[in-house]
């Protein structure tokens, strides 16, 4: 059946986060020897630990930066951790994310992002990258971090869809292909980064980019 509605993890799959994170760090903290694939992992393993339980989204990106003193070999203090923090609005989109996002409004999806984030940080994003959206569910609105099912259960309640009527859109396993996967929703793996799909994700569709799933969706 075609989905009514499409929903859509933001930082990772509509805004590469990967470039945003390592620029805004070496802007806080100067040279350090990570980048790419290790900085983003490294940077995931310690959020992981901070969303263990909720606090604001400004709360966790500022203490996985402080986190990230030893990995990176540098002293990460407050002051850099708030700025880094503060810079998420300024990450910027990938090239097909605007484009793709209209095409699938004119097509007649409903096109809501699910994101582990504080609202004003979501609404910065959304403003300084012209993303065309129907609405969003953010971590701050349920009190939880994905992969908790919180922000699916507020989406189906708030729009009245089934798991049937959607198909979510993601690029982490861990916060959303497996959850949903384990909750009888169909999805999207968009394979930013060239990564091996984990053992165990089984994700209904799996592509690289948002202009590749202009092509499979229908």
Sequence with gaps: MKPKYLTFDCYGTLIDWRRGI??????????????????LDAY????????????????????????????LGVRVDQGAAERFAASVPDWPAF???????????????????????????????????GLEIDGFVTAQQVGSYKPNRGHWDEFMRRTGASKEEFLHVAQSVFHDVIPTQEMGIASAWVNRYSEPLPVGAAPSYIVDSMEGLLGVIE
Excluded: C, H, Q, W
Excluded at 22 to 39: A, D, H, M, P
Excluded at 44 to 70: D, I, P, Q
Excluded at 119 to 127: C, P, Q, S, V
């Design 44 to 71: 995931v393993e310690e959020e992981k630990k901070e969303e263990a339980t909720y606090k604001s989204y400004r709360k966790v990106l500022a203490g996985t930066a402080l986190r990230l003193s030893g990995p």
């Design 95 to 129: 090239p097909d994310t605007r484009e793709a996002l209209v095409e699938l409004g004119r097509r007649g999806y409903g096109r809501f992002i699910l994101s582990n984030v504080d609202d004003d940080l979501l609404r910065g994003t959304i403003a300084n990258n």
């Design 22 to 39: 390592e620029e805004s760090l070496r802007r806080s903290l100067g040279s350090f020897s990570l980048s790419g694939k290790e900085l």
